[in-house]
């Protein structure tokens, strides 16, 4: 359209997409407004994997060391893995809702400053991680957000 827009698209798979995603939110969210707001599920097939529970631990504290506030919204079918991380805590910079139902599907998604994560799952549990880093996305994305965490249930 020859404006000045810039957009970038990246589209990954496996567990070091993840990684990378919640890496490159986290960064973002340091450099701006200091949040990442996330809806996710806690039954997704990798956190059965013990290896990046570990690496999920890790990255919460770093998270909680350089003060960055999250938002989740989840659903809690196997909330035992991250018990202890998983509820709204001033000391844990984190706040939890539980998403209505009717939006408690596989898909995922993470916003930090212009940084937006999409992690989708097909029937299989075969999974593919959308990072978009564009304002306007993110902005979208942070209303859809918004709009969903008033209608969430707050969580302990």
């Known amino acids: 359209t020859g404006g000045k827009r ?63 506030f999250i938002k989740q919204l989840s659903v809690f079918s196997g909330k035992d893995t991250f018990g202890d991380i998983m509820h709204t805590d001033k000391k844990l910079f984190k706040e939890v809702r539980i998403i209505p139902e009717e939006l408690a599907d596989k898909s995922m998604f993470r916003v930090g400053g212009n940084l937006s994560t999409i992690t989708s799952f097909d029937e299989n549990d075969d999974y593919i ?9 993110a902005t979208f994305i942070n209303s859809m957000f918004d709009f969903i965490w008033k209608r969430s249930e707050k969580y302990i």
């Open 129 to 137: 991680v959308i990072t978009i880093r564009d304002k306007y996305i």
């Open 6 to 68: 810039s957009t970038f698209i990246k589209v990954e798979k496996g567990i070091q997409a993840v990684r990378n995603a919640m890496d490159e939110t986290l960064k973002e969210a340091m450099q701006t407004n200091k949040i990442i707001k996330e809806k996710n599920m806690l039954n997704q097939p990798y956190f059965k994997n013990k290896e990046h529970v570990k690496w999920v631990y890790e990255y919460a504290k770093r998270r909680i060391k350089t003060q960055i």
